[in-house]
């Protein structure tokens, strides 16, 4: 079947660039010594607009609604406007790009806003030659008052302070400033568009033990009680099993973990439940508790329990009221265990391995740096006025902090030039890059319901980056689509790893790769999965609240929510790669057979003396393997990668997937596609599922064939079994290992002319062992 976007594999790959770093040298080098050389100087006129005094009334009530206007050429920005304030504050930052100027004066005009009309007040000029040029780390430059003037150039009532300088993308004006590049852009969507560092809640694992309870008031009802405790905290919900002691004072003893976030702003909810019917419980009492007071430890000691009044809530009149505490009551022991890493990825690409508790952190190995440059032969992600446009901008996200870029409008090939800096505690651990198109620019009521689409992706592990190089590439951005993978384009990066010490960055190999926590007292798969689903939840949730916000869409897609979730052609891409883990000692076992049917004399006696070298000498065989493998590393270190990993759609099987197969990946849970098509489906799993049965089953077979040779289910074949151990243990008593060993080895290499086509004894014996399978259904 041909792909429907046939595109050439080298459009896939990963391309070596040389830009500019840092306004000078090029980059895939030497360290730079400039603090910000990992992206290209992009220069800036900026404008702050601090403040004005005594501006004149011009309204019939006698006073005026001020705000200021900044005009360079074609590019105008206004700040806010007061309403009646003759002595207004601002404090706004205004950058024009250098690259679109084309006037040589920027005029600021200051102006009464007006329904009609809005009238002109004064205005300040600036000439582009005189404007001073600045380079951090120096100083910000001090805001001046500037008389105001008419349009004639006569001196008018009324001062405006302000600044003006030329910069550049590292002045610390740039993240807040407004972009000429975004003067279409409405003011309530200027937000949706600055660039933004953010930082994950500090999660925790809350352990809930559920001892006990005592004098519950049951219901009157024949039989015995079935009673249990629900816990919720933020929407998660869990329940303990139902009491084995089915009395008014039952017992359970069951941990429980949820997921906290901090600043704590849930409570944690306990009832007690009977239940009454089928699908119907009854609370029996209710505890609320403040998470601020439950102890945090650090490992594994025990915290002391505490007894917990129950509350009884009844319904009256269709309102919740609480009654007055009672005799019930319930028996916990809580704890916040800071001792575990929370989770919030998936194992294989995380970027933060360290427990929660900050006294536990171990020192950092290192710096990463990231620079974000630019993106090339973006494809549209809208229609905007009969056209294809693209609003693109970046997020990157390692450990705690992520860092979002600001956002490029309306252009396929974006410039961002914007460098970012991360702590490293471990090599091991990988950066993630996504490229999105922003949906939001409307703001307010416009953008509601509307999702930003997602471009591509980037994974970079540190432990493939050679230290305090730096890496210049341009990473093929790639999406898969129930139509096939395309490619949305490339981003181009640059990435530095630098140690602050060697020795601490080895030694982390050495230790345990998750805080010790997670081996003494490990949580079982399914736990871990369900708090992995609550970390993301939380994560995305907290990241959308803030100010603009980090949507959750976009979290989502760069912690790989829903990689679980059944693909086809995931699992015939992991077939094959274990295929290739086996391809090494299936190679080896073919190089093998060739030696024993003397395909080439000279190489099978070189092993014939090889190997009787080695049963003569057997302290030899450990320090030759170890010095084959020395050898065969340094052989291989002149074909070593000199590029990072990136996106790789043959090993993914995205280039060669079927579209039904895509259709079913892409499809939710529960499936919404129409029967017809799900019955399809579910007889191809069922094929697949088939084979697998079938192998298990042949595994399993062998393996109740080595247990058969003793357990006297054949009694013939484990009497000949015992029968020749006995005699194999007599030989092996008289005979020297050496001799044993030399006779094996020769038989094993003997020659063809020695050998015929018939399976040996040992395997037909093996093969007509007995094996279970005659006692299934």
């Known amino acids: 079947m041909q792909r429907p976007f ?29 603090t ?14 601090v403040k004005a005094k005594d501006l004149p009334a011009k309204d019939v009530t006698g006073s005026c609604d001020p705000y200021v206007e900044v005009k360079l050429g074609n590019y105008k920005g206004t700040t806010r406007y007061f309403e009646k304030k003759s002595n207004p504050e601002w404090n706004q930052v205004f950058a024009f790009s250098k690259e679109r100027i084309q006037a040589s004066v920027v005029e600021v005009f200051v102006k009464d806003k007006d329904l009609v009309k809005d009238d002109f007040i004064g205005m300040v000029l600036f000439d582009l030659n005189e404007v001073p040029k600045r380079v951090p780390p120096d100083s910000p430059l001090a805001p001046q008052w500037y008389r105001l003037a008419d349009r004639k150039g006569e001196k008018v009532k009324g001062e405006l302070m302000l600044a003006v300088w030329m910069g550049t993308q590292a002045d610390e004006a740039f993240p807040e400033a407004w972009h000429s590049d975004a003067a279409t852009v409405p003011g309530d969507g200027l937000a949706s568009i600055r660039s933004k560092v953010y930082l994950s809640p500090k999660l925790w694992y809350l352990r809930v033990n559920v001892i006990e309870a005592q004098d519950l008031l049951l219901n009157p009802k024949p039989g015995f009680p079935d009673v249990f405790v629900k816990v919720n905290l933020g929407g998660q919900i869990l329940r303990t099993r139902i009491s084995s002691s089915r009395s008014a004072n039952p017992l359970w003893n069951e941990d429980l973990m949820l997921v906290a976030a901090e600043p704590f702003e849930e409570h944690l909810i306990l009832s007690v439940e009977e239940r009454t019917g089928p699908n119907k419980d009854e609370v029996l009492g209710k505890v609320v508790i403040s998470l601020q007071n439950v102890e945090r430890r650090l ?244 990241l959308s609240r803030a100010e603009p916000p980090l949507r959750k869409e976009v979290v989502e897609y760069m912690l790989d929510v829903g990689y679980h979730m059944w693909s086809m052609r995931r699992s015939k891409a992991n077939f094959f790669r274990i295929m290739g883990v086996f391809s090494g000692l ?156 030399l006779l094996t080895g020769f038989y094993v290499l003997r020659h063809p002319r020695f050998r015929h086509k018939l399976p040996s004894v040992p395997l037909n014996f093996f093969r007509r062992l007995p094996a279970r399978t005659d006692s299934m259904l």
């Open 36 to 49: 910000y050389d990992l992206v290209e100087q992009m220069q800036y006129l900026y404008v702050r607009v």
């Open 586 to 741: 299936i190679a080896t076992g073919k190089w093998f057979s060739q030696i024993c049917l003397w395909k080439n004399p000279i190489t099978t006696v070189l092993i014939h003396v090889l190997f009787v070298i080695l049963v003569l000498y057997p302290e030899l065989i450990l320090p030759t393997m170890f010095l084959y493998l020395f050898l065969i590393g340094v052989w291989y270190y002149r074909w070593r990668p000199r590029k990072p990993p990136h996106m790789d759609t043959r090993l993914s099987h995205a280039d060669t997937a079927n579209p039904d197969e895509l259709d079913e990946e892409f499809d939710r849970f529960p499936s919404t596609r129409p029967p017809e098509i799900i019955r399809v489906r579910y007889d191809r799993l069922r094929s697949v599922a088939g084979k697998v049965q079938t192998v298990v089953g042949d595994l399993a077979t062998q393996g109740e064939r080595f247990q058969s040779l003793l357990s006297w289910r054949d009694p013939r074949a484990t009497a000949l079994f015992l029968i020749f151990c006995l005699a194999s243990a007599i030989v092996l008593y008289v005979t020297p290992f050496q001799v044993v060993a």
């Open 299 to 542: 490992d594994c000691r025990v915290v002391s329990s505490r007894w917990y009044h129950l509350e009884k809530h009844l319904v009256a009149d269709g309102e919740q009221k609480k009654e007055v505490k009672f005799a019930s009551r319930i028996h916990l022991r809580l704890s916040l265990d800071g001792g575990y890493h929370v989770l919030d990825e998936s194992t294989h690409y995380s970027s933060d391995l360290r427990p929660t508790a900050k006294q536990l952190w171990k020192p950092s190995i290192g710096i990463l740096e990231l620079g974000i440059l630019t993106a090339q032969a973006l494809l549209p992600m809208k229609t905007k006025d009969g056209r294809g446009t693209t609003d693109a901008y970046c997020v990157a996200k390692y450990g705690h902090k992520w860092v979002r870029t600001r956002t490029i409008i309306d252009s396929s090939n974006p410039k961002w030039n914007e460098q970012y800096t991360w702590e490293i505690f471990d090599p091991c651990t990988v950066i993630t890059i996504g490229v999105f198109d922003n949906c939001h620019l409307q703001g307010g009521e416009k953008a509601n319901g509307v999702t930003d689409n997602r471009i591509g992706k980037v994974r970079i592990r540190l432990s493939t980056l050679e230290t305090d190089k730096v890496y210049t590439h341009s990473y093929p951005l790639l999406v898969l689509h129930t139509s096939g993978v395309k490619k949305m384009g490339e981003v181009q990066l640059a990435v530095r790893f630098s140690s602050s010490s060697l020795l601490n960055m080895l030694h982390t190999y050495s230790r345990p790769l998750l805080p010790k926590m997670h081996y003494l007292h490990p949580l079982t798969p399914s736990q871990l999965d369900y708090l992995r689903h609550q970390s993301t939840q939380i994560v995305s949730m907290r």
């Open 6 to 34: 046939p595109l050439p594999q080298e459009d896939f790959t990963l391309k070596e660039t040389a830009p500019r770093l840092g306004g000078g040298g090029l980059g895939g080098g030497d360290k730079l010594t400039n």
